[in-house]
């Protein structure tokens, strides 16, 4: 019997390790239920001016292939080059999660022959885009984006002018005032290579002849090559001096691009919509043409709002030009700016009748007729997993309720509920099939 008198081995109990805390990755957040009413009120003032101004909702993939981004937003520029998100499939697809929502309109444009309908295409979206940005205060890496495209037809500058006022009005229909629109045009395929080689120009003699004095910063120095333009809206202190006497893009357009520009600001003016000209204004996307556009609020120095724009971004995808035009605002910076400056009244939840139990049997009576009462459209709350009645009295206080419906045992046995009047605190004893009714009739009141 040596096996019986073999030490059984018990394992010792090991201290029990802590999880690590988790977070949401770095620049991304939860939207919680104290905010997310902000988020709803954003989203039904994004559908009520897209009603309005006749644009349609569409919804496009989080992921898109790499290509769409590459060849659409430009492989030069830092969304492209420095911020998506990339993974490859099993199946070996690259794809990218959407930093922006332009090009999948147009691709789906150009997929779905949506040129076959009547033109311009109208659509508005509402949802999240990514970027690995660096996080500071209104740059996420996950952020939401509401936007208006105007894709196809003529490359009639009436369409500019409307999907900037669309977008004015959308922010000043969440009491965001005094808008800036900051505007410009860079050109065509005419008239901008053109200007490109005479701002490259003028760096160049002003780099050399500075000899190692540095005249522009690093990130320009790279971009004089790729990207001149972008030379022209760089923050850098270094870059400042020669960017003030770099030739303006504004005298450099062909006649039919100051054409375009004098046409979107006249109809700007019919509508009395204020905007400055800023011949600076580039914009980080490769896509754009003639018009492009930032909107400020005076209470926030980032741009709420940018469009323009990008009658060459279906010929990028598709070979065909298809002009377009549209603008997109970021979620979380609108939000912050309502929050800080009490622009929205706060919440006004609907009165909710509070249901209370005394009892186990009453408790299963109680849940049957909220049950009945949501039915009947009656707004009602509880505290089902509280079972003292002070605890749920306070709970139906604090819901702001006018009426507490109060079961206990005789109620249960009598087939009735007694009604309590929460600002007076009096009560009556109502039958059970006339409570709807009853209740019904207080509310009205
Ligand atoms: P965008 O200027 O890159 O343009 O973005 C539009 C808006 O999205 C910005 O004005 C800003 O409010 C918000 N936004 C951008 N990046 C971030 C971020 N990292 N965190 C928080 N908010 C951000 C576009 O995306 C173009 N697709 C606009 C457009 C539509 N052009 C023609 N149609």
Redesign the pocket.
Known sequence: MAAATKKIKVAKASKPVKPAVLQAPKGMHDILPEDAWYWERVEQAVKDTAAFYGFDRIETPMLESVDLFVRGVGEATD?VEKEMYVLKTRGGDHLALRP???APVMRAYIEHGLSRVSQPLQVYYFGP?F?H?NPQA????E?Y?M?F?SVGGESDPVYDAEVIVAGARFLESLKLKNLAIQLNSIGCKTCRPNYRKKLQEFYKKEINAAKKTKVVCRDCERRLETNPLRLLDCKSEICANLKAQAPSILDNLCFSCRQHLKGVLEYLDEVGLPYSLNPYLV???DY?SRTVF?IFSDQSD???????R?DYLGEALSGKLIPA??????I??IIEVIKTNNLLPPKKSAEKIFVIHVGDLAKKKSFALIEQFRKENIKTAAALGKDSLQAQLKAADKEGSPFAIIIGQKEVYEESVIVRDMKTGGQETVPLKMIVETLKEKMRK
């Open positions: 969304i922006e929502m332009t885009a970027r940005e209104g740059r996420y890496r952020f984006q936007g495209e914009r980080g996307l754009y930032e980032l741009a709420l709002m940018g469009g323009g990008y035009v549209g603008v997109a605002a970021g979380e910076r």
